[in-house]
């Protein structure tokens, strides 16, 4: 597994948080992740980096920016 951080800009609360769950433990090769409010940080462990780019657009998609 390989942990990344990424940056999420649009996280205010922790129903935000509970929508970004959501849509992480829905996809396949994520393993554990945490979700920081305050710092608006995502730090994951992934099994293989080419899952990011579903990781990305799914949350992009719930209406949250992502950088790295």
């Known amino acids: 597994m390989k942990m990344i ?16 769950k959501t849509v992480l433990s829905s996809i396949k090769g994520v393993g554990s992740f945490d979700i920081l409010i305050e710092d608006k940080k995502l730090l994951l462990s992934v099994k ?6 579903e990781v ?5 998609a719930l209406g949250f920016s992502i950088s790295k």
């Open 56 to 60: 990305i657009r799914k949350i992009e």
């Open 48 to 53: 293989n980096e080419k899952i990011m780019n």
């Open 5 to 20: 951080e990424l940056n999420i800009k649009g996280i205010k609360c922790e129903g935000c948080v509970n929508r970004i």
